[in-house]
């Protein structure tokens, strides 16, 4: 971990369900996404109260999710730069994982609290007074400037959110201590894996693609209908379900929904931090650390620098070069923007005294002595309510038409025992029944789209049984199942495109099998192996070295062809690997192996890693299982507008 890591990463914020995320750079142990949920920028989408799921009556809010999902926006950005934006994050599911660690958490306190578990006020206590930016010359700073570091937040925390949000974490801290402590791995595992993890390869690689084969291929009729008679099964269709529906629906409450001037006045006076942006600094700095050194030496090397710098050295250069933090030395020293309270109290004093372009004295913490160089300055701004009526407005209308269909639905409830009441209800109400077509547990239910919710009533409900209001992407609706169809192996003639591509598909694979067997002596006693395979009317690409589990080329990444890449010697050639959208001839160019002293040098450290991932393996499926037993709501509509608020 880098020492900005350590200035600005909470490292017990659930550290079993962040495997797929990247470091957060979360400023000095104060995580932003702890804020009070009922002060956080939301958006235009959804009110910060609304909830958008509940774990056995624990619930998770609209502000919470936003916080938390903002604050790994951010870290994404530090350690991927712009070019990583919000639209390809959503695109890989970034938001689905948030809103999943949420309910992980949700859970995981709610299983601790029944096997006993809490963290005492004392327990908390000695957290908060740990916490290296609410120290001063090793003590704690007071509980007035711990209150004004909290205000300072942005959105601003409050102690008792930030307390309660510090317990809960901390209680699942607990509970995976409790679980997984015992857990141990062997110096033989250390090794194996240490080096199946960190030798890599650099490879020539001939992938013959089943599509450049695709055009050779011609089925007939009869194919097709052999093809499927020896593979009916995979064709086979799952349980269905059809339903009757009753709408509440949200767009038709909408279009009716009248926001006054005056409501939306008062909006923005009591969210007035959410159109706030505080004053910012940009600044850059060289890191000399001190732990385990001689503290004159590291004075005295930073002193050095301080006075090239003065002379005229380039400040980046020397970052580069000289700095003992990783992540902004690659960066030439470059932190981006940040705002007050989001550092070291004697780093962020310099910074924000600095003009722009000027270069600190030594400033010393406790990790070491830093030279700092502001390059910018942002002042702070508020948004104007001219600039942000238009979406308080609509906020404010989205919010007021799902409390009218979800009141109206609620109302009506008691009138629906039965499915002959949904007509008469919706006549009385002047709304519409409609009827499915046939959906399996996992498909989007006909007419409302991605409902899972409704989709897991439908496979629930008796015959003659109605639903209680659901939510669903269009509003709250009423089900009751008016169709079941077992699963079933459909006639051809349902999916005969289908089969044929599926058939193409299988002999032009066949075809390069075929090519790639017919041209591997060639390429295997070729003196030079990308010529021969040019001779052949293919290109060798050629990889850096590389580890398991790297994408390939034309490839991607696979299990079969790490298995022969890493047991050939150097100069050896792969048999033909057949892999699912290629058949790939792979030539070892060079191999980096781990070395005796590498692993001496790595092993006390992968040693914790490994057992972190071991442990954190097994929390999760504890967790899983636990959560089996737990009633879990998520109201995807909230969440659907909300996200679509934050493009």
Do not use: C
């Not at 609509?394 to 639905?409: E, G, N, P, S």
């Amino acid at each position: 971990m880098t020492m900005l890591d350590r200035m600005r990463r909470h490292k017990g914020w659930l550290k079993w369900s962040l495997a797929m995320v990247v470091l957060a750079f979360i400023v000095f142990y104060i995580p932003s996404f702890l804020s009070d949920p009922t002060t956080a920028g939301v958006g235009v989408g959804a009110a910060p109260t609304e909830v958008i799921a509940e774990v056995d009556g624990r619930i998770v809010t609209a502000g919470q999710f936003l916080q938390r999902y903002n604050a790994q926006m951010q870290s994404y950005r530090a350690a991927y730069g712009s070019s990583l934006n919000d639209q390809i994050l959503r695109q890989l599911g970034i938001d689905q994982q948030i809103l999943q660690q949420m309910i992980d958490e949700q859970a995981a306190v709610i299983e601790a609290e029944r096997q006993g578990l809490s963290v005492s006020d004392e327990e908390l206590a000695q957290r908060i007074f740990a916490i290296p930016g609410l120290q001063e010359n090793g003590r704690f700073i007071g509980e007035e400037r711990y209150e004004l570091i909290l205000r300072s937040q942005v959105p601003p925390l409050t102690k008792a959110a930030f307390e309660e949000n510090l317990r809960r974490s901390l209680t699942v801290d607990k509970l995976r201590a409790a679980l997984t402590d015992w857990m141990t791995v062997s110096d033989a595992e250390i090794e194996r894996e240490f080096t199946l993890r960190n030798e890599k390869v650099k490879l020539q690689v001939v992938a013959v693609t089943a599509d450049q084969f695709r055009s050779q291929v011609t089925v007939t009729d009869p194919d097709v209908a052999t093809y499927f008679e020896t593979r009916k099964n995979d064709y086979r269709v799952g349980e269905q379900r059809k339903v009757k529906i009753l709408l509440f629906d949200r767009e038709q409450a909408l279009a009716k929904v009248i926001v006054p001037a005056g409501d939306v006045q008062r909006f923005y006076n009591d969210n007035m931090a959410q159109y706030q942006t505080p004053e910012q600094v940009r600044a850059s700095h060289i890191l000399l650390t001190t732990a385990g050194k001689d503290e004159a030496a590291v004075q005295k090397q930073a002193e050095d620098l301080l006075q090239q710098i003065k002379a005229g050295a380039d400040f980046a250069a020397l970052a580069t070069k000289f700095s003992e933090d990783p992540g902004s030395k690659v960066n030439g020293g470059d932190l981006d923007y940040f705002g007050r309270g989001r550092m070291v109290p004697e780093f962020e004093n310099a910074a924000f005294t600095l003009p722009v372009g000027q270069t600190s004295e030594l400033v010393k913490s406790q990790f070491g002595f830093h030279i700092i160089k502001v390059t910018d300055k942002k002042p702070a701004v508020t948004r104007p309510l001219s600039e942000v009526q238009t979406q308080i407005e609509d906020q404010l209308k989205q919010q007021r038409a799902d409390q009218q269909v979800t009141a109206r639905a609620n109302e009506l409830a008691a009138r629906i025992d039965d499915p002959s009441d949904l007509d008469t209800v919706a006549r009385d109400a002047g709304l519409t029944t409609s009827e499915s077509d046939f959906f399996g547990r996992e498909d989007p239910v006909p007419g409302l789209g991605v409902a899972p919710q409704v989709a897991a009533a439908a496979f629930q409900l008796a015959d003659g049984a109605v639903s209680p209001s659901i939510p669903s992407p269009r509003g709250p609706v009423f089900v009751t199942v008016t169709g079941r169809r077992d699963p079933y192996v459909p006639m051809l003639d349902q999916v005969k495109d289908r089969v044929r591509d599926d058939l193409i598909r299988s002999r032009a694979a066949e075809l390069s099998r075929q090519r790639a067997g017919a041209i591997a002596a060639s390429l295997r006693s070729a003196p030079n192996f990308a010529a021969a395979a040019k001779a052949q009317g293919f290109e060798a690409a050629e990889t850096a070295l590389i580890a398991r589990q790297s994408p390939l080329p034309n490839i991607g990444v696979s299990t079969k062809i790490d298995e022969a890449a890493f047991s050939l010697p150097v100069g050896g050639v792969s048999e033909p690997i057949a892999t699912d959208t290629a058949t790939v001839i792979v030539r070892v160019l060079e191999r980096d192996d781990v070395t005796p002293e590498e692993l001496r040098q790595g092993r006390e450290t992968f040693r914790e890693e490994f057992l972190n991932e071991r442990r954190g393996r097994f929390f999760a499926a504890y967790l899983a299982k636990a959560k089996e037993r737990m009633a879990i709501e998520i109201n995807q509509p909230v969440i659907t507008r909300m996200m679509a608020a934050t493009l």
